[in-house]
């Protein structure tokens, strides 16, 4: 009796593992088959652009398919297709988002893209896609960079002490928030950066102000100087310059000399007048 339970229990412990090897052979799960991508687009210029969504997905998914977009740190999704029903847009991609675009044309992929029509800096950002049914669930992310080009970025020199230069950079109306880099422009390819600059930056209006400002001695400038500006935006290839030139005072005559020469000469003309 005993011998025999025990031998049944064997074949269902052997037929369970047999029923779940085929089982897991088969369930080969979602599968995302793209690559993360940053996609980069200048503010009203693009009539629309695609995030799209690529998986591949096994039968038993098929039956509970669930597609979320979500931005950036926002917990609530922006978009959901629930597959058999309508694609929805939320929040910030409210009225954003033609949800007619068929993905591609197979029953389970149709909605999983999201067609963003005129993109502007706000919807900048982190989208994450989630892919999920009962069974799995996979994320794929992909970084949009909607830019606004600046409005403005000026280099100059202010002379606020005697032997030093203060060079000064501004940028104003730039999306998103900018990089600046103040270096000495040399015939060859190697640039004098200068480090330690003052920065601040400001945001308004859905546009970032920088400016940036840095104090140099004139005794570390050897002749004329072009100090180049670099406004870059981080994650792209984009960089904005401007330069200003820049001659030190003559090296080796000292400013304060010439200044008390010229108060010496000053005086002697006033004592000639009188
Ligand atoms: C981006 O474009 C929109 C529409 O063209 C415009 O209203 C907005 O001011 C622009 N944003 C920036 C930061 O330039
Ligand atoms: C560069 O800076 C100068 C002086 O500040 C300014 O007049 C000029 O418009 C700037 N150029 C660009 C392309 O921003
Ligand atoms: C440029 O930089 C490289 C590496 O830092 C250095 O070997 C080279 O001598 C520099 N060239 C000039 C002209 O300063």
Same mark, same amino acid.
């Given at each position: ?8 229990? !064997?074949?269902?412990?052997?037929? =369970? ?11 080969? @799960? ?5 690559d ?6 200048? !503010? ?9 969504? +690529?998986?591949e997905?096994? #039968? ?12 950036? !740190? ?10 058999? !029903?309508?694609?929805? =847009? ?14 591609? #044309? &197979? ?5 999983r ?29 992909q ?47 190697n ?7 003052? &920065? ?17 001695d004139? #005794? #570390?400038?050897?002749? +004329?100087?072009?100090?180049v500006?670099?406004?870059?935006? +981080? ?7 401007? =330069? ?6 003559? @090296?080796?005559? +000292?400013?304060?000399? @010439?200044?008390? =020469? ?13």
């Amino acid at each position: 009796m005993f011998k025999l339970s025990r031998k049944s229990f !064997n074949l269902a412990l052997c037929l =369970a593992w047999v029923c779940l090897t085929i089982m897991t052979g088969q369930t080969t @799960s979602i599968e995302i088959v793209g690559d993360e991508v940053i996609q980069v687009v200048e !503010n009203g210029t693009e009539e629309y652009l695609v995030l799209d969504c +690529p998986y591949e997905l096994s #039968d038993q998914d098929k039956t509970s398919l669930v597609i979320k977009w979500y931005h950036t !740190n926002n917990p609530v999704n922006v978009y959901q297709w629930i597959h058999g !029903n309508k694609p929805q =847009a939320i929040g910030i991609l409210e009225d954003r988002l033609d949800l007619e675009y068929v993905a591609k #044309d &197979e029953e389970y992929h149709r909605h999983r893209a999201l067609y963003v029509i005129k993109p502007t800096t706000e919807l900048s950002g982190e989208y994450t896609c989630s892919v999920s049914s009962f069974e799995d669930e996979k994320t794929y992310i992909q970084k949009l960079i909607v830019y606004s080009k600046p409005s403005e970025v000026s280099v100059w020199t202010d002379k606020r002490e005697e032997d030093t230069v203060t060079v000064i950079c501004k940028v104003d109306g730039i999306y998103p928030e900018p990089e600046l880099m103040l270096h000495i422009a040399s015939d060859s390819d190697n640039k004098t950066i200068l480090a330690g600059a003052k &920065e601040v930056k400001t945001w308004s209006h859905g546009s970032y102000m920088a400016t940036i400002e840095l104090e140099i001695d004139e #005794d #570390d400038l050897d002749g +004329p100087v072009e100090f180049v500006c670099e406004v870059a935006i +981080p994650d792209t290839d984009l960089v904005f310059p401007n =330069a200003t030139k820049y001659e030190p005072m003559m @090296s080796g005559v +000292p400013r304060t000399y @010439s200044t008390s =020469a010229t108060i010496l000469g000053l005086a002697a003309l006033l004592l000639c007048l009188l």
